[in-house]
């Protein structure tokens, strides 16, 4: 009852937690000690006993708030301060974080070759044209180290049969006769130093082995194996158990489509992870153990039990739950052997180097058919040359914290799938170059299975004319595709039809301007908005666009009459595609609407475009 009669008669403070730096936190002690403590001690001075708790207590409370703020700050990617927790941000929205960036050059390479007559015609040897393999290494005037990325082959044969060098005749001998050429080839070259470095593997299973790499700034790791030739391939994630494989197109259509992509398993597989303050990169390997038997893709935790063979009684043991984790379903780790690694390092703003820089040939691979002698084959390889008539470009230092920061938003809405139509048209326009291009794309709903989609594609020709895409480049992005859509979706990559079509139109002019000039301002005028380039798959014909085109032509009083036209077969000597189309019957609210999968193309507008002026 007297605890009671205490509790009432005590004095009571609201407190306040709002209190966050030293003079809040001063000022709610003060109060605190006055209202429960004021027979105890009543001077609160700064050069007092009193004063120097509440300094303390009020310093203590003020660290700790600005610790509290200072962690809650750091959760978030837009105001963490902290080298260390950005990079953990960056590395949770999936950010790649790279250094110095390379430079790629075009570079000319000069052979001298011998002239041969063939048939009735001189031409360089064909036995002594030669091949520059990958790996060949160059050096521009300030030191900075080139290396072609791929062979280079001077025999090379374009799909009707001619050598794809240039020559250029520069000696005949007595009697007039050439007696040499210089032939000349392109090649793409990346900079930076190609580094091997070997690295010894215990007899000792480790999960997910860690290795980090001697060079900083390392660009690209060209080729992982270990001394039983196996491939190691790099993944985005050891998860990932599969890679693609570009292989050599030797189909008809190689011109446009260079190569073939395939998809090979890759049990060998590692990760790289790129330290932004060290600028080292580091290798993380699976998990599996190679020599061991796993036909599961999960291990089953019931072959770890023990057998007891008739006992009724056991004692206690340890287990390792890291025995779970023994499965090639992430990869397999490297033991008792020796990896040997090759990479290519360097990088930023000084290997963008000048036009004509480059010219030091240091290492040349070159290769020569059967038939060459080797006082010719000496003799080519002499008189090699190079010479890069653009500057390298495409270098740049090691982004900062900040630069890699703004790219988590974009990274955290990515993802390696295909869900909407979007995802589907950004999958197509990035397969790489190499296997195929693709120049227009159109997506439509499968009318027969609800799950599927019609994908229309064209192609360009050499002429950069619309044409049908090549087989080999159907089964490129069949394949491409297959690694990113759902399991329930299907896609039918279809050609798209091509629409030709052509113009004629009646204008009145001013009287005071040129008929001519006025016709040719028009046809230009409607030549460039009638482009293939602003035209995609289903995309109508605007007939206001024209009229408005026209009518705001300089000299136009009025357009009196505008008609399109659809045009088949060969005219003259220009040959269209063979899809019929009635333009009449599909013009709506002055819009020309094409088949379903359709594109249209003005493919010749000299001779397409008809203007008659009064």
């Not at 006992?311 to 779970?324: E, G, H, R």
């Not at 064209?458 to 990113?484: A, C, H, I, Q, W």
Request: some cysteine; proline content about 5%; charged content about 25%.
């Amino acid at each position: 009852m007297a605890s009671d009669i205490k509790k009432e008669l005590k004095k009571e403070l609201q407190r306040s937690y709002l209190a966050k730096d030293f003079n809040s936190f001063r000022t709610e002690l003060l109060t605190h000690a006055r209202v429960y403590f004021p027979d105890r001690i009543r001077d609160f001075t700064e050069a007092s006993l009193g004063g120097l708790l509440l300094d303390m207590a009020a310093f203590v409370g003020d660290s700790m708030a600005f610790y509290l703020d200072h962690q809650f700050n750091e959760l978030n990617w837009a105001t963490a301060i902290e080298s260390k927790n950005v990079q953990k941000h960056l590395k949770n929205a999936g950010v790649k974080v790279r250094g110095a960036a390379p430079s790629v050059c075009e570079v000319t390479f000069y052979f001298e070759i011998p002239a041969e007559l063939v048939g009735t015609e001189y031409e360089p040897s064909p036995s002594l044209l030669p091949k520059v393999g990958q790996g060949t290494k160059l050096a521009s005037a300030k030191g900075i180290p080139f290396s072609l990325v791929e062979d280079l082959d001077f025999t090379e044969k374009d799909y009707l049969g001619n050598y794809m060098y240039d020559a250029v005749l520069v000696e005949t001998d007595d009697s007039g006769n050439p007696s040499s050429y210089v032939v000349t080839r392109i090649g793409i070259c990346l900079s930076g130093e190609e580094k091997t470095e070997s690295i010894k593997i215990p007899d000792v299973h480790k999960p997910f082995r860690t290795l980090t790499l001697a060079a900083e700034n390392i660009t690209e790791i060209i080729s992982v194996k270990d001394t039983e030739e196996n491939s190691y391939y790099e993944v985005n994630n050891l998860t990932q158990d599969t890679v693609f494989e570009v292989v050599t197109n030797t189909t008809e259509d190689a011109d446009q489509v260079p190569n073939n992509i395939e998809i090979i398993p890759a049990p060998y597989r590692f990760t790289t992870t790129y330290g932004y303050n060290t600028k080292l990169t580091k290798l993380r390997f699976g998990g599996g153990d190679a020599t061991s038997l796993d036909n599961d893709i999960v291990p089953d935790p019931a072959e770890l039990a023990l057998p007891l063979y008739g006992k009724k009684t056991f004692s206690k043991f340890t287990i390792d739950p890291n025995s779970l984790l023994q499965t090639h379903t992430l990869g397999i780790a490297p033991k008792n052997t020796t990896l040997k690694i090759t990479y290519r390092h360097g990088g930023g703003l000084n290997h963008n180097v000048a036009a004509a820089t480059i010219k030091t040939v240091d290492t040349l691979i070159l290769t020569f058919g059967n038939n060459a002698t080797a006082s010719s084959a000496a003799s080519v390889r002499a008189s090699v040359d190079v010479l890069n008539d653009n500057p390298a470009s495409g270098a740049d230092n090691a982004p900062s914290l900040e630069e890699l920061r703004t790219q988590i938003p974009a990274s955290r809405q990515a993802q390696n799938r295909i869900i909407t139509k979007e995802d589907l048209v950004a999958r197509i326009y990035t397969l790489p170059n190499k296997f195929g291009r693709v120049y227009r794309v159109g997506i439509r709903p499968n009318p027969i299975n609800s799950l599927a989609s019609q994908i229309f594609v064209v192609s360009r020709d050499k002429d950069k004319k619309l044409g049908m895409t090549p087989d080999t480049l159907k089964k490129n992005l069949r394949k491409y595709l297959n690694e990113f859509r759902a399991v329930s979706d299907a896609f039918d990559i279809l050609d798209a039809r091509i629409v030709n079509f052509a113009i004629s139109l009646e204008i009145v002019a001013h009287p005071s301007s040129n008929k001519t000039q006025v016709a040719q301002t028009c046809l230009k005028a409607l030549a460039k908005i009638l482009d293939t380039k602003n035209f995609q798959i289903d995309m109508p014909i605007a007939l206001s666009d024209i009229t408005n085109v026209v009518l705001n032509t300089q000299g136009v009083i009025s357009l009196v009459d505008l008609k399109v036209s659809n045009i088949t077969g060969t005219t003259e000597d220009r040959t269209y595609s063979d899809v019929s189309f009635n333009v009449d019957a599909n013009t709506f609210q002055q819009m020309v609407i094409g088949p379903d999968g359709s594109i249209f193309e003005l493919k010749y507008p000299d001779n397409d475009i008809q203007v008659s002026v009064r």
